[in-house]
């Protein structure tokens, strides 16, 4: 079974607690979800409009 999630993001949202701060992945990226891992650089150059597809080879560049 496969599930596709849509997401904007391209940074992580930061969580301040009294004591820690967390970077919490909005992106879809990240191998610690759900922490930020940095796996959201891989989407920065990524076009407004278009959309992308991303598995452990790498991301594909969908037609719209
Ligand atoms: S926001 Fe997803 S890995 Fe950083």
Redesign the pocket.
Known sequence: MARLVKCT?K??YKLETSDKTY?I??????KDFPF?????KRARDEEDGKLYIYDENGRVEIST
């Open positions: 993001a940074e992580p970077y992945c909005q992106c879809g990226l990240s930020c891992d940095g796996g959201h």
